[in-house]
């Protein structure tokens, strides 16, 4: 298959090259067996602080957003494309066979205007997860929750609440990431503003403690942001029952922004991380890197009230949220911006968690190092050296058990995400420990996480950062074995 130039790229994100091979649109026979429900990509209008906004989604016919369904009954979707422009979804956090995945050109082209596509394959892993495209439209929120539920927990007495976040700009984002790209990105150019955090310690590259280093965040500044498309000028409230349980199940669907979530007077109790579940870890604050989600059960009091739920920027004091209120509950006019900012987020969390259901013990067949670079200046992003046009795949055979261990040498936090697959984090700086299972992991600056994941999935699968314009701009690769 021939290779995009940089303009298809930016409208498709991504082409395999010439070792791949394309399958046909066929439609899978489980799904012929069984009538799929419909998602619909289309096109509609969002009020964000008093002002129209024409955003994309993904709806059900009768408008619901996203899906829910249970994983007895399989991955049974039609997606049909109602823009008036090629698109393609990604299930995020599923792991289909290869084909079905939906990244453009892996091997799948993009969805014509009035196209559909069906798709049909078992589910192997319910909760919490989302889909969105894999191309500059994510930040146009084509993007919408994807829960699956787990059929042993049919009965369970507690309320669901589900919330995609987002940072919204009303600049296109081919206008957003030319303000990366362009001079001088650092003064604001086309929307952004990157932030230097200094006097944070970390971990030199070969594992001793390192000096003192600035860091880049937040390189956009955004309009908004969002919780289920609404702001905290108007948050969704969602009415729930004195003394009763409630299961938050959090997106970070955002592009480019990081959150700390705050349950606020109300003592949460962490017990899934990308749809995997975790020993629980109590708390009121939990770090939610872009594409990750967290479930997070809390105990409503035997009373009304009322009791926000904040997602803020990662050293930043913009802000969005919900609430959970009680009838008669008093619901509180609240602020957009903190109090005070949060810190970039690190891995003091993650090196807290462990997985409730590990992978199997055993030692691992490859262990590739994996080096995260990148400046601001010319906003050129990396793995191991290479950018997306000159890649050098990661190369596995089936049934290897494979560990990859991330540095990240550059200044930027990367949420690092790999499709088809579930991994677990088995090592941070270098000290082993047996941690959560997940699909997507933080690296901040100077650090590195080690994963390990069963090559059981053969095909072609990406490999990148979840901050949208790294991965448009170079930070992504391929994991790749056949059967």
Request: proline fraction near 7%; hydrophobic fraction near 40%.
């Amino acid at each position: 298959m021939q290779s995009l130039s940089r303009r298809q790229f930016l409208a498709s994100t991504a082409a395999i090259g010439a070792a791949s091979v394309l399958l046909p649109l066929t439609t899978p026979r489980a799904v012929q067996a069984a009538a799929p429900t419909l998602i619909r990509a289309c096109t509609r209008v969002i009020d964000v602080a008093g002002r129209a906004a024409k955003v994309f989604g993904l709806v059900q016919p009768d408008g619901t957003p996203g899906l829910t369904m249970s994983a007895a009954d399989g991955f049974q979707v039609r997606l049909e494309n109602a823009l008036d422009a090629p698109t393609l979804i990604h299930w995020h956090g599923l792991t289909p066979p290869f084909g079905q995945d939906g990244v453009p050109d892996l091997p799948q082209p993009l969805l014509k205007p009035g196209q559909s596509y069906d798709y049909g394959f078992p589910v192997a892993t319910p909760g919490t997860h989302w889909m969105h495209a894999h191309t500059l439209q994510e930040q146009q929120l084509l993007a919408a929750p994807l829960i699956i539920t787990d059929p042993t927990e049919e009965g369970v007495d507690e309320q669901p609440v589900v919330v995609l976040f987002h940072d919204f700009s009303f600049k296109a984002p081919e206008e957003l990431l030319a303000g990366l790209t362009g001079p001088s990105p650092a003064s604001g150019n086309g929307g952004t503003a990157v932030q230097s955090m200094s006097g944070m310690s970390g971990m030199d590259m070969s594992g001793g403690q390192g000096v003192a280093m600035p860091m880049d965040v937040n390189d956009i500044e955004y309009d908004a942001y969002l919780a289920n498309d609404r702001t905290l000028n108007d948050p969704q409230v969602f009415t729930v029952e004195q003394n009763g349980t409630v299961r938050l199940r959090l997106i970070n669907g955002a592009t480019a922004t990081a959150f700390w979530i705050d349950t606020g007077a109300l003592e949460g109790e962490a017990i899934a991380v990308d749809g995997n579940p975790i020993v629980p870890r109590r708390g009121r604050r939990f770090p939610l890197a872009m594409g990750q989600r967290i479930d997070i059960r809390l105990s409503i009091p035997g009373k009304r009230g009322a009791w926000p739920i904040m997602a803020q920027r990662e050293a930043g004091i913009q802000r969005t949220g919900f609430v959970l209120a009680t009838k008669g509950g008093n619901v509180k006019r609240m602020a957009t911006t903190g109090d005070q900012a949060r810190p970039a987020i690190d891995l003091s969390f993650e090196a807290r968690l462990a997985a409730a259901i590990p992978l199997a013990e055993r030692a691992a067949d490859v262990n590739d190092p994996v080096e995260l670079g990148g400046v601001m200046q010319g906003y050129s992003w990396t793995l191991n050296g290479k950018t997306w046009g000159n890649r050098q795949p990661i190369s596995v055979r089936k049934g290897e058990r494979v560990e990859l261990t991330m540095r990240n040498t550059s200044m930027m936090g990367h949420p690092m995400h790999l499709h088809g697959h579930h991994f677990q984090v088995v090592a941070i700086d270098g000290r082993r420990f047996v941690g959560a299972v997940r699909d997507t992991v933080w690296v901040p600056p100077t650090r590195a996480v080690t994963i390990a994941f069963d090559a059981s999935n053969p095909g072609t699968w990406a490999f990148h950062c979840h901050h949208l314009y790294h991965m448009a701009n170079g930070m992504m690769t391929v994991v790749d074995y056949t059967a």
